[in-house]
């Protein structure tokens, strides 16, 4: 059989197919006949990074020593709920991520407070959970930001990791950060 019948099927069905079809087509030929490889595809696909991260927090109008500081804070809440095999798993979905817990920001200069800061310093004392998630509202406090800011920070890392290749640090972190708000 002659190359020349197969080139006009090829070309014909190239030049009538919309250019979506088109392309999708043409991966699929090249894919059968070993011209190019997914592997390829898959390496140029972006991946998330504490980078990437830290960038989409600054539409909330903080410095960058306060995402560093906030997200670190919330990085370590998350590093210290999670086993170490489950965190080795985030570090290698979200890289940078064992870096930034250089950046947790240094409560332990800070006085008890009175009120309900002094409660929860109090109530702490017998819960583990209680304890963690007040020091992540300390550091907040101590690098200025509310405690407020804690649930959009946690708003903004969902959103980002709400991508194909964020989907597994991102339920990681979910798992965590569900002791945090609930």
Same mark, same amino acid.
């Given at each position: =059989?002659?190359?020349? &019948?197969?080139?006009?099927?090829?070309?014909?069905?190239?030049?009538?197919?919309? &250019?979506?079809?088109?392309?999708?087509?043409? %991966?699929?030929?090249?894919? =059968?006949?070993?011209?190019?490889?997914? %592997? *390829?595809?898959?390496? %140029?696909? &972006?991946?998330?990074?504490?980078?990437? /991260? +830290?960038?989409?927090?600054?539409?909330?109008?903080?410095?960058?020593?306060?995402?560093?500081?906030?997200?670190?804070?919330? =990085?370590?809440?998350? *590093?210290?709920?999670?086993?170490?095999?489950?965190?080795?798993?985030?570090?290698?979905?979200?890289?940078? *991520?064992?870096?930034? /817990?250089?950046?947790?920001?240094?409560?332990?200069? /800070?006085?008890?407070?009175?009120?309900?800061?002094?409660?929860?310093?109090?109530?702490?004392?017998?819960?583990?959970?209680?304890?963690?998630?007040?020091?992540?509202?300390?550091?907040?406090?101590?690098?200025?930001?509310?405690?407020? +800011?804690?649930?959009?920070?946690?708003?903004?890392?969902? %959103?980002?990791?709400?991508?194909?290749?964020?989907?597994?640090?991102?339920?990681?972190?979910?798992? *965590? /950060?569900?002791?945090?708000?609930?």
């Amino acid at each position: =059989m002659s190359t020349k &019948p197969i080139a006009l099927l090829l070309s014909s069905a190239l030049l009538f197919s919309a &250019p979506s079809h088109a392309e999708g087509w043409l %991966e699929s030929l090249k894919s =059968m006949l070993g011209i190019g490889t997914s %592997e *390829s595809q898959e390496a %140029e696909q &972006p991946q998330a990074s504490i980078e990437g /991260l +830290m960038a989409s927090l600054k539409s909330l109008g903080v410095t960058e020593a306060q995402i560093q500081g906030g997200l670190a804070a919330i =990085m370590n809440f998350v *590093s210290n709920n999670i086993s170490s095999e489950e965190f080795n798993q985030l570090a290698e979905a979200l890289p940078g *991520s064992k870096e930034l /817990l250089d950046a947790v920001p240094d409560i332990s200069q /800070l006085k008890s407070g009175s009120g309900l800061s002094g409660l929860l310093d109090k109530a702490s004392e017998y819960s583990d959970t209680l304890k963690a998630a007040n020091d992540v509202k300390k550091q907040f406090e101590v690098i200025g930001l509310s405690p407020e +800011m804690i649930g959009q920070y946690t708003t903004k890392i969902q %959103e980002y990791l709400d991508t194909p290749e964020g989907a597994q640090a991102k339920q990681i972190i979910q798992d *965590s /950060l569900s002791k945090l708000l609930g």
